[in-house]
């Protein structure tokens, strides 16, 4: 059934799927973006859940959105507001229609607008929309009913009835934009490939939904086709999230280094998905290990290192905190670690399901002693994967430890992502000792070129030593109080760190060459900070963008860049812990600073205008 | 035969007081890997904090000297991604059973293949002092100057609430029943706990004076060995009988009793019933139990782990990187 009637050629637009937690609003979103994905366009998307697995139903803090952007060419971000906002039910509408476009347009569950369902959302009379003060176009569609209508002779209960709504809302947003609901079937069918009379049900349920969009038309006055445009590279596609991309560059990466790839980890909200991820994997040798708390995920993770593996650990906000003390370890010991650290909302437990970079600095800085570690910040959810990659391959060819830094924002959100062939990544090789250097070998032997110790691994023959957190000897490797043998292992470990400039590639800026403004940023704020910059190009000003994923060491030229403009404002969602840590390491560089630390993404509009004003001062 | 001696095993100058429970131990330890005969390179000693986590550094094998507390973790870790490597934790009671409690218990109730020695002295000793979570109730040290008001762990009971299939105790100075302990601990497969029951001459001189002489143990003590009667005393002549739900001591030919009625040990019991019994026994009323308490057979965790792996490896269809792509769904852009 094909929808050819007002139809509206788009370049891009976003979507916004509301209801409760259990209303399988991320499901309905999942698909959406994928089956949009599939014909070509490019998507980025936002799951916006709250930290109550089930709030009591219908009240305002158990909403869970999703949000997708879905655009005929390249998209960077989720998008700031929607074209279609899809509220389940009173407290959805009540805390979601902020998000909506003053030019869009707010589809809501009909049937769930009872005086009780506007009770338990806090409103105080019986028109929301007048409450709220909506003033975009709301089209009511009785969803809950006709799902049940629809399904009456399925032979499921009400309560499995019930539950496939949210196909019926995907169905008239599939109407809606146009989509081809074979390919949302067949994801059905794959999805509840055990439960065929589920996938039926679905299946039902969705076709409800177009139809309803079609036959009724739903009082939307346009339909819309989002044409893909033929930029994109050639190959295969699929939809990724940040943590799954993590998950597969540490994986990656243990394949090319031929070596066992080791995760202890304990559960935290928002890095959990990347322990799910491998702990399904062990057909390919994959160990996790679910450890009895952050510290022994961390401790467990050194001493798999220690035995050869490629070791990591992943966590989250307080998690961090916890794993600084065994992370330590590794610093002097120089054993090869992957730090995962998903930033969330702190400090504490503060905010677990937002997002923030506010703990640059504790990676950095926050252990005891002069500690230096490379860190990387992920740029968006594909890029975890490189991140991930590098991480591993700096922390082994380097015998470090490594924090990647990502967020809540890129470890849930997720993008087309092109398979990529792991042959054509750079190989990884670790600093293995070899037979001949057997005679006179001490553990903190270098490399003098990169100052890397050589890695005898417990079970080689002839090189039996003993490793700790005490201070060594550089030439004996034997404990070692004496002062100017600390200080020259303290200023070994930086230089060691500082080299691995050479390895990571420069900082490059985007938009106009001459720019007069640089706007500067760090790991998961990319889409926004970059869509901006485009925005701002398009609208007449000249600004450029320098986005850094190497922070510690930072590009080699770093500095050469940052001199060249005159105004460069430092975006971050933190209170400018980037900005000051680039101040320690470029003297006198004057840097303009928008912080803004709400849990949420960046918003383009609120970048834009805030940029403006910088130009304009 | 071991092709290794006592000597292969050693490296430099132990820096442990003079009269140190840790030096007898040492060597007791340098002893026991000779006659086990696993090659030192294919041994890891993993250690955390405090004195007797300093014996990493007086072994020629690979040796892990790591943090407060952590080492059963890091133990592991260890062992989990390397189990060609057997692998020793060392740990005192303050960092076993304070700042690692937490890791002690979940390393024994895993049952990762570990051979975790518990020394024992009842005092943090490299922090000059303190009394530790094993020092009795009413404890005068330099941080309870009025005596602690609190109670210690027992080792065996920790042990075997978490589930523990081996605990053996032994005092350091004991070098054949040392010896003998760790070659067991050893040659079990799984977390196997030792308590070696030493004395710090500096700060807690004495603390298991009753049994730190072999004239001492003669008189408190009582070597319990698997299928043999429990029988102690200087002569022989105290055995240790079934009373209710409890132990009692008695003496052979007195009031009608044989030695045929004095209880046989079975290390190999599953039930922790009698083990906890014999492991919690006390002086004066009774001897301190020594040897091997508990040795129990059990899947091991990194066991479990390997064969997960290898049947999964079986069972699914994809190995490499590429083939776990193709898992996906995905989609063409021509």
Redesign the interface.
Known sequence: MSNTENKQEVEQIVVRFSGDSGDGMQLAGNIFS?IS????NDICTFPDYPADIRAPQGVLTGVSGFQVHIGADKVLTPGDQCDILIAMNPAALKTQHKYCKPTGAIIIDTDSFTEKDLQKAEFKTDDPIAELGITCEVVPCPITSLCQETLKESGLDNKSIVRCKNMVALGLVCWIYDRDLALAES?LK?KFAKKPEIADANIKALRAGYDMGHNTHTSISHTYRIESKGE?????????NGNKATA?GL??AA?RAGM?L?L?SYPITPATDILHELAK?????V?T?Q???E??GC???????????L?CTSTSGPGICLKS??I??AVI?ELPLVIINVQRGGPSTGLPTKSEQTDLLQALYGRNGESPIPVIAATSPTNCFDAAYNACKIALEHMTPVILLTDAFIANGSAAWK????TQYPAIVPPYVTPEMREGWTPYKRNPENDVRYWA??????????????EKSATTG??CNDPANHHSMVETRARKVEKIAFDIPELKVEGKEEADLLIVGFGGTYGHLCEAMQQMNNEGKKVALAHFQYINPLPRNTEEVLRKYKKIVVAEQNMGQFAGYLQTKIDDIKLRRYNEVKGQPFTVATLVEEFTKIMEE | MSEYTAQDYK??QPRWCPGCGDHSFLGALHKAMSELGV??????V?SG?GCSSRL??Y?????????HG?SA??????????P??TVWQISGDGDGLAIGG??FI?AVRRNIDLNMILLNNRIYGLTKGQYSPTSARGFVSKSSPYGTVEDPFRPAELCFGARGNFFARCVATDMPATVACLKAAAQHKGASVTEVLQNCVIFNNGTHESIYTKEGRAKNAIYLEHGKPMIFGENREFGLMQEGFGLKVVKIGENGVTENDILVHDAHCKDTTLHLKLALMEGPDFPIALGVIRDVEAITYNDA?HA??EE??E????????E??ET???????
């Open positions: 994928t994905a599939t014909v070509g994801m794959a994109k590279a050639k190959g295969r596609y699929m939809d990724i597969y994986m990656a394949e066992r080791f202890g994997h062990k057909s390919m040798g160990i290990m450890a009895e708390d510290i022994a401790a467990s993770a050194v001493g798999a290192a220690y035995a050869g593996a070791a003390e065994a330590n370890l010991t398979l990529p062939d792991i691994v417990p079970g080689t023959p002839g090189f039996t030593h003993r490793i700790g957190g005490l034997a404990i | 490296f430099g090659a030192p390179h294919d041994i890891a993993i904090i990493p550094y072994m020629n094998t690979y040796g892990f000297h790591t943090i952590r973790a890091i133990a592991t870790g260890a062992k989990v991604a390397n060609d490597l937490n890791h979940h782990v997960q792996i999964l490896k069972c699914k269809k994809y190995h490499t990187f590429s776990l792509l996906n769904e995905t989609w063409e852009i021509k």
